[in-house]
């Protein structure tokens, strides 16, 4: 292999199998929920398998390079081989810009994610210049027992730090951060608009929580790629407020529509509440916050995350 250089063609290979390695470790990971993966979310979540998370995160890109590794080398197309340890670099160069471009830093676990890449980075060069560089170690031999034996023990270290659980204070602080942040910047921008059409003030910690929730889930960068979806008519909805539309609006349009639709959803959840004739003990107040949240988007997740985002801005600026 080392008759091959590094040539120009050896980066866009590597580089597109590290675009494919961001994609699958995502779906993996959605695919995952019940096994204990954790995503980027504001909606608060303890760490429940964290050697579950630290494995998929770190060996993911060990194994793939070596997926790889093998492909290339049936295909007789060994140059590609060639480094290829780099395709787990430019995979965390890629993930991280991505975090950077969708304005998700805030709420990332820095010395997390520096630990995390530090061992994907020294993994990836062991492997490479232990294993792959010579074809027949790329498969595993498995006829010493010595390999079996440490096979359980392995599984068992996996089993006993998987019952280890982390304090969320940590998590805690970082996402509530994040959304004083984010109000803080939503207010100084639209602050006047959501308070002239809010019209009520409790509306208003409503009214930003379902702001930032939103704009968690559609950043600035995915919403300039709807805004050219569609003038294509392949996207629906427009702006920060996501807002159903036949009409180009803008991030501040969506705002004054989205505030008008909370508050005449509002509206309508309570004249249904003052006619009804049999009057029972509840909180009327969070039944109407409840109905609207799932009225702007009817998925319990969506409800779930703006109700935690709005304990958050009714403590911090509401004093409530």
């Not at 975090?99 to 980075?121: A, D, E, P, V, Y």
């Not at 498995?142 to 019952?163: R, T, V």
């Not at 180009?248 to 309508?268: C, F, P, R």
């Not at 109407?288 to 969506?302: C, G, K």
């Amino acid at each position: 292999m080392s008759d091959y250089s590094y040539g120009f063609d050896n980066f866009l290979v590597h580089f597109a199998f590290a675009i494919a390695l961001f994609f699958i470790i995502n779906w993996i990971g959605k695919k995952s929920y019940s096994l204990g993966y954790i995503q980027l979310s504001v909606v608060l979540k303890a760490d429940e398998a964290p050697a579950f998370n630290f494995l998929l995160r770190v060996l993911t890109p060990i194994i793939y390079i070596l997926l790889i590794s093998t492909l290339l080398y049936t295909l007789k197309v060994d140059k590609y081989v060639k480094y290829i340890y780099l395709v787990n670099i430019y995979y965390i160069v890629f993930r991280v810009s991505v975090n950077i471009l969708l304005g998700r830093t805030r709420l990332m676990n820095w010395k997390q994610q520096i630990n995390l890449f530090f061992w994907i980075s020294l993994l990836s060069y062991i492997t490479y210049s232990k294993i792959i560089v010579i074809k027949k170690n790329i498969l595993p031999d498995f006829g010493s027992i010595s390999n079996e034996l440490w096979f359980i023990i392995i599984l068992f270290l996996y089993a006993l730090f998987n019952k280890i659980q982390f304090p969320l204070t940590e998590t805690v602080n970082r996402k509530r951060n994040y959304i004083r942040n984010r109000y803080k910047y939503f207010s100084k921008k639209y602050g006047a608009i959501i308070s002239d059409k809010a019209k009520k003030k409790n509306l208003e910690p409503l009214i930003y929580a379902i702001l930032i929730q939103e704009s968690f889930n559609r950043p600035k960068l995915c919403r300039l790629a709807e805004n050219l979806l569609f003038e294509i008519g392949k996207a629906k909805t427009l702006g920060v407020m996501q807002i159903k539309t036949d009409k180009y609006i803008n991030d501040e349009d969506s705002i004054k529509l989205g505030v008008e639709k909370i508050h005449d959803a509002y509206n309508t959840f309570l004249k249904e509440i003052q006619t009804e004739k049999e009057q029972k003990e509840w909180n009327i107040e969070s039944y109407l916050e409840r109905r609207v949240i799932l009225d702007y988007n009817p998925d319990i997740n969506y409800y779930i995350g703006v109700s935690e985002i709005l304990q958050i801005i009714r403590s911090e600026f509401y004093n409530i």
